[in-house]
């Protein structure tokens, strides 16, 4: 079992920056991947950048060049910079880790950009 705690949510105008982090309780490098999704009100979940066990990366294109995904081994955390934040980027934000055989979420935390 993973627990993944997010925080550095809050609240920020638009062209700000927030950086997230999500913490786990297990050892990150054995994860296959972790990433970040959002969920906007009535919209779908959707995926905004992952991190390889490798280090590779990918982002949606809608976050691209604005936000940088980042590991820290030794802290067993994943991060998220977001850089000039826009209003459309208000969502609450979860961290996803994939295992060999299970996923696991975080309670998720609250972006809100105000214009």
């Known amino acids: 079992q993973v627990q993944l705690v997010e925080s550095g949510g809050g609240l920020v105008q638009a062209g700000g920056s927030l950086r997230l982090s999500c913490a786990a309780s297990g050892r990150i490098f054995t994860f296959n991947s972790m990433a970040w999704y959002r969920q906007a009100p009535g919209k779908q979940r959707e995926l905004v950048a992952t991190?390889?066990?490798?280090?590779?990366?990918d982002y949606a294109d809608s976050v691209k060049g604005r936000f940088t995904i980042s590991r820290d081994f030794a802290k067993n955390t994943v991060s998220l910079q977001m850089n000039s934040l826009k209003p459309e980027d208000t969502a609450v934000y979860y961290c996803?880790?994939?295992?060999?055989?299970?996923?696991?979420w975080g309670q998720g935390t609250q972006v809100t950009v105000s214009s």
């Open positions: 991190i390889t066990r490798g280090g590779g990366t």
């Open positions: 996803n880790a994939r295992l060999p055989l299970d996923a696991y």
